[in-house]
């Protein structure tokens, strides 16, 4: 079955310390991977998206993604957070197939804290 | 560039009316669409995909009759929440497929049925 675990429901963490927000995802087929962030009553912001080639993604803001794919993981991290990245963080897959439809974890909440 | 605007922003109805939602892509044109649930606090559910000129695929357990879908244009998608109640209170997203792999997605729309 193909599906998308964010093992953190919450991530408290002062402000100037590193972050790693982790996915992990399940599927036979390949697959495309995207972090979202989304700030209270908003729609959904591209943080960053692995499609092929490196496997080291920077997206906006700071933040970067490794996709593992022995792993099954796309974690991601940000060296230094700051109060303004406090907001909910989804990890989506799009599984090859069908419609290519965009699939999301649980997310995450992260709190940076000064 | 490949923005989707989404409206309203929130709605407020009487449980038993319907209501509409709107999904429009500015600069590029929508093939599939895909309309999102969010409860608080909660990831988002996809409830189906839309396709121009054809019938939506609905996700399992989602009510088609309850949740209408219209994508009559390649520009427009519309979701309408028929015969309301206030378990259908919710937050409501679409989005679209824009090119080279990536996903768009509209600002939300809160529906408080009263």
């Known amino acids: 079955a193909q599906s998308v675990t964010q093992l953190d429901s919450q991530v408290p963490v002062f402000e100037e310390a590193p972050v790693e927000l982790r996915c992990n995802y399940s599927?036979?087929?390949?697959?495309?991977l995207f972090w979202y962030v989304q700030y209270p009553n908003q729609g959904l912001q591209l943080l960053l998206k692995y499609l092929s080639g490196s496997t080291l993604v920077k997206g906006i803001n700071g933040f970067e993604a490794e996709f593992n794919k022995s792993q099954t993981s796309f974690h991601l991290r940000k060296p230094s957070v700051h109060i303004s990245d406090t907001a909910e963080y989804f990890c989506?897959?799009?599984?090859?197939?069908?419609?290519?439809?965009?699939?999301f974890g649980a997310g995450t909440r992260l709190a940076v804290h000064p | 560039g490949a923005v989707v605007s989404q409206h309203p922003s929130w709605v407020i109805c009487k449980s038993g009316t319907s209501v509409k939602i709107e999904c429009r892509s500015l600069?590029?044109?929508?093939?599939?669409m895909f309309w999102y649930r969010q409860f608080p606090k909660q990831s988002l559910m996809l409830m189906a995909t839309?396709?121009?000129?054809?019938?939506?695929?609905?996700e399992q357990g989602v009510e088609k009759d309850k949740f209408l879908i219209n994508h009559a244009s390649l520009t427009l998608s519309t979701l309408t929440v028929t015969s309301a109640h206030p378990e259908d209170s919710s937050f409501y997203i679409c989005s679209a497929r824009v090119p080279r792999g990536g996903y768009t997605f509209g600002s939300g729309t809160r529906l408080t049925v009263v």
């Open positions: 989506a897959v799009r599984f090859s197939g069908g419609y290519n439809k965009l699939i």
């Open positions: 599927s036979s087929v390949s697959v495309y």
């Open positions: 839309s396709n121009e000129g054809s019938k939506a695929t609905y």
């Open positions: 600069d590029f044109q929508a093939t599939t």
